[in-house]
């Protein structure tokens, strides 16, 4: 099988950033793949066409323990299989297209890549092992690297700060190398000739047809952030009258000492005693001591319901030096 062409960058250097975008690379392939729950194929075809500009993951806690940690784990890789394990870049001799960014690399080609997962998916991983779906996630991404360094055989590390590892070896068949190549063949495809893949209206995010729909959108748009400025200036005076108001109730309630109503000036006024809410949940609690008493809620619970959440946003999704937008892509999501 050939090998990959090593390519001298490195790694997160400006010059890697743009090397990564004029291709398809090792991360992108479980995106591609649909495992990813973080991304969409649209959304990775927008990022890579310039239609979208992609997150900035650089504050991300779990992207930050994962570059802490990620010497550490070499380290512990290279004890344990006696090797010195390089991070190299590398593009697929079979497509070029196809590039890798190596946490670390053997003597053999044999790729290793390196996570410092949350609490959470460690113990997901403890549990349940190669069904996990963050395994198989980063399974396609070791595979895509075995794709790139022209070898079968690499391993994934799960490494926690308290030194503690989950080592997996990840094999590549024959049928998952070429289930890779003509994936990824296909989405850059879809980069190069700008044609979107389908959308998942669950997922991505609704963008209107240049034309009359982003006339209309953009219309309505304006008129919402109009209207959601003199909401918010009116709520803001409504809540200091009414802040007012509570003075000046609890000033007269003063006054009429213990006298029970009041009629005077236009002002009625009657105390009345009101019950206080029953907290049905600590009531099921002490009636059935240690029993999980929410899930016998469940089945009282109304019927789900549909909400819609409006928000002023700082940013467009979209870029807005790409003019075309998507034109071609139709997406509804009510």
Known sequence: MPKMTVVDLNQRSDEWLNW???????????????LSPYKTVWQLWAEKT????????????????????????????ENRYGEILLPVCGECARW??????????????????????SK?????????????????????QVQAQLTVAGTHVGRLIFYREDGSDQDF?????????????????????????????????????????????KFKWEAYADAWRSQQHRIRKLKDELKALEKDQKGVQRAMTDLMGAFQRADIGG???????????????????????????SSELEPYRKPTREEVRFTKS???????????????VKAAYF
């Open 20 to 34: 990564r975008s004029l291709g398809v690379t090792a991360t992108d392939i479980p995106v591609i793949l649909g």
């Open 120 to 140: 959470a998916v460690w113990e997901d991983l403890e549990a349940n092992g190669v069904a996990s779906p963050t395994f198989k996630l980063y399974e396609a």
């Open 169 to 213: 070896e990840i094999r590549l068949t024959p049928e998952r190398e070429n289930q890779i190549l003509e994936a990824a063949k296909q989405f850059w495809e879809q980069v190069q000739t700008k044609t979107p893949p389908e959308l998942d209206p669950d997922r991505d995010w609704y963008i209107p047809e240049s034309g009359t729909e």
């Open 267 to 293: 002002v009625k006024v009657t105390r009345f005693e009101k019950a206080g809410s029953i907290d049905y949940l600590a009531y099921l609690r002490d009636t059935f001591p240690g029993k999980d008493v």
């Open 96 to 117: 070029d297209v196809l590039r890798a960014s190596f946490d670390g690399i053997d003597s053999h080609n044999q790729p290793y890549e390196f996570k410092a997962p």
């Open 314 to 328: 700082e940013d467009d999704l979209v870029n807005p030096a790409v003019d075309e937008l998507v034109t071609s």
């Open 50 to 77: 310039g239609r979208i500009n992609p997150p900035d993951l650089s504050g991300n806690p779990n992207i930050q323990r994962g570059i802490a940690l990620e010497d550490e784990a070499r380290k512990v890789a």
